[in-house]
């Protein structure tokens, strides 16, 4: 089987065809940095992640872009709050939006670090890009799809009758979508705008349509486009960027070059906590750092997130994050105990369990991003390899195609900063010397120590000590 995916346009599965064979074009819509992520948001960046992943491991070569959004915008998807949250935050912790679009940022980068989502090829932020929106508007001016209006543009959606198609969204649907801008100056109250002003923005630009910024569809178009070229092969986001976002942003991309837009739309369903809705109003949610602060290990938050696939309603408990917690500590036990059973041996030829559990996990993978699947697989391995107690050849096999899977879902991979491993190391040599001279106090002392930083001790069979990391430590 190839990979085959959700495509939210077609409504349907179907198997996925990049314009270029061998070659990806990959867009993800990105985070708004006026406050920190939440966990919610980071379930479709890491959708991202695992998706680029899981194509690269398939032989892929992906070029993946992600954008910022760092101008304040009035968004269209709230529209009863109608404050723009940028200017909102900037006005809370008394700092310009500059600032504020600065401090987020880097603590977006931080989260990505902490639960090892890859860095994207490219971050392009909106600030960055606004001579690329102010051509794609004036593109859109000139082809007809948009006209101005008491000094903002706004589009002509009677001009694209595809408008509605992937949201399905039809008739009152499409006006509830630009219910924020209710200016009386539009033809049509489906008509969004592509450029706004207001003298009190913070932020503001020159254009050929006079002083003001962009809407904030238009920065996804101008972004995507100007990196990727006209026609890219996914575009995802999460399934609340579906309306107005997404159909706002084909009508732009494709109303500017008449091209198709965006080859394969995939949408993250959006995340339960504890059963209910979370949002910010609701003061419900977490972030990365409070689950870091409250003690849970980032990389079973990294487990927890990808136990349900991206488009099943996934709920988020605490108890579910230990459990998450559990699993990945038996995964890397294993994988320590199949470096011990292997001994060094090459990988033999993977006997049939093995090759029927890496299927499962490759099957699960290539059927529209199934991680719960691809996990049974992993769980397979681990208990059949268990079970059968294998040791050499087999016990290298398992661990390499342990580790192939770890390439996708990376949470068997044990963090290793290297000025630790150090101390470790030399705590680890100390003590066993301590030993070796029967000074016992000493050698329970060096154990206490290392329980602190977190290392578990294995005595090995073999003489040798190795140790892990259980994320307990205090330090
Ligand atoms: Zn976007």
């Known amino acids: 089987m ?22 990806v074009a990959m867009y993800n819509c990105g985070p708004t940095v006026y406050s920190a ?22 032989g892929y070569e ?14 269209d998807d709230d529209p009863e709050q109608g404050a723009d949250k940028m200017e909102e935050a900037a006005k809370k912790e008394q700092l310009d939006p500059w600032k504020i679009a600065e401090k987020y940022t880097a603590l977006f980068f931080e989260d990505l670090d902490t639960l090892r989502i890859q860095r994207a090829h490219q971050y392009p932020r909106a600030t960055d890009h606004i001579p690329q929106m102010i051509e794609q508007i004036q593109q859109l001016l000139d082809s007809g799809h948009a006209y101005e209006a008491s000094g903002a543009v706004y589009y002509d959606v009677s001009s694209f009758p595809a408008y509605g ?47 003001g910024f962009p809407g904030w569809h238009i920065e996804c178009s101008a972004m995507s486009q100007s990196i990727l070229g006209e026609t890219l092969d996914l575009h995802t986001g999460g399934e609340d960027n579906v309306f107005p976002h997404h159909e706002c942003e084909i009508a732009q991309a494709e109303g500017a070059t008449g091209k198709p837009f965006v080859r394969h739309w995939m949408h993250a369903r959006h995340l339960m906590l504890d059963g209910g809705k979370m949002s910010k109003s609701l003061g419900n ?41 559990t699993a990945v500590r038996r995964l890397r036990l294993f994988a320590t105990d199949m470096e011990e059973a292997a001994a060094g041996a ?6 049939a369990w093995l090759t029927a559990a890496v299927q499962r996990f490759d099957e699960s993978m290539d059927d529209d991003l199934n991680t719960s699947g691809a996990l049974d697989g992993v769980f397979t391995l681990m208990n059949e390899a268990n079970r059968r107690k294998v040791t050499g050849p087999d016990a290298a096999a398992a661990l390499a195609a342990l580790r192939r899977m770890d390439r996708v879902l990376d949470v068997v991979r044990e963090d290793a900063p290297e000025d630790l491993d150090a101390e470790v190391e030399d705590l680890v040599r100390r003590r066993t010397e301590a ?6 106090a000493t050698a329970d002392e060096i154990r206490d120590r290392l329980a602190e930083l977190g290392i578990e001790l294995l005595d090995g069979k073999d003489g040798k000590v190795r140790w892990r990391r259980t994320g307990a430590g205090a330090s």
């Open 2 to 23: 190839s990979f085959h995916l959700y495509d939210s346009m077609r409504r349907e599965k179907v198997p996925f065809e990049p314009l270029i064979p061998g070659k």
């Open 435 to 440: 030993r070796a001279a029967k000074d016992w």
């Open 62 to 75: 992906v070029t993946q872009v992600m954008n910022i959004t760092d101008v304040g915008h009035l968004r």
């Open 346 to 351: 090459e990988p033999g030829d993977p006997p």
């Open 285 to 325: 949610l977490y972030t990365i750092g409070q689950l870091a602060e409250m003690g849970h290990d980032p990389v079973a938050v990294r487990f927890a997130l990808l136990r349900v696939q991206y488009r099943q309603v996934l709920n988020f408990t605490l108890p579910g994050l230990e459990e998450a917690a």
């Open 165 to 211: 198609r992937l949201s399905g969204n039809t008739g009152d649907d499409l006006i509830a979508g630009a219910r924020v801008a209710v200016a009386e100056e539009k033809k049509d109250p489906r008509d969004f705008a592509l450029w706004k002003s207001d003298p009190h923005h913070l932020m503001q630009w020159d254009s050929p349509f006079g002083r």
């Open 37 to 58: 992520a939440h966990i919610g948001n980071f379930r479709s960046f890491l959708f991202a992640d695992v998706l680029r992943r899981w194509l690269e491991v398939s």
